[in-house]
Nanobody
Framework: QVQLVESGGGLVQAGGSLRLSCAAS????????MGWFRQAPGKEREFVGG????????YYADSVKGRFTISRDNAKNTVYLQMNSLKPEDTAVYYC????????????????????WGQGTQVTVSS
């Protein structure tokens, strides 16, 4: 069983930055591929970024590429999402997720690839 707790959300002006953290309660964090997703009101949950178990490879949605950076610290059982140049359309609840056995880069994009989810943290970007 994996428990995930996100933190770091809040209200920020357009152009600003936030850093989200996701702390995992699990024996071997490095066994899990990690992802960040977001869900805006009235919309489906969408992929934001993913990172492999070692942290060697990262994947991003086109909408955040060049602005967001995902990283992880396996010694601290934590994955991060650095968000820069935020836009009002980035407003959403952000979720981290953990999964095992994601066999291809495209797999990171799908909610079904992840077995465990956090409760989410709200990010609001004002114009």
């Amino acid at each position: 069983q994996v428990q995930l707790v996100e933190s770091g959300g809040g209200l920020v002006q357009a152009g600003g930055s936030l850093r989200l953290s996701c702390a995992a309660s699990v024996r071997t964090f490095s066994n899990y591929n990690m992802g960040w997703f977001r869900q805006a009101p009235g919309k489906e949950r969408e992929f934001v970024g993913g990172i492999t178990r070692s942290g060697d490879n990262t994947y991003y949605a086109d909408s955040v590429k060049g602005r967001f950076t995902i990283s992880r610290d396996n010694a601290k059982n934590t994955v991060y999402l650095q968000m820069n140049s935020l836009k009002p359309e980035d407003t959403a609840v952000y979720y981290c997720a953990a999964g095992r056995g994601i066999g291809s880069s495209s797999g990171y994009y799908y909610t079904g690839a992840y077995a465990y989810w956090g409760q989410g943290t709200q990010v609001t970007v004002s114009s």
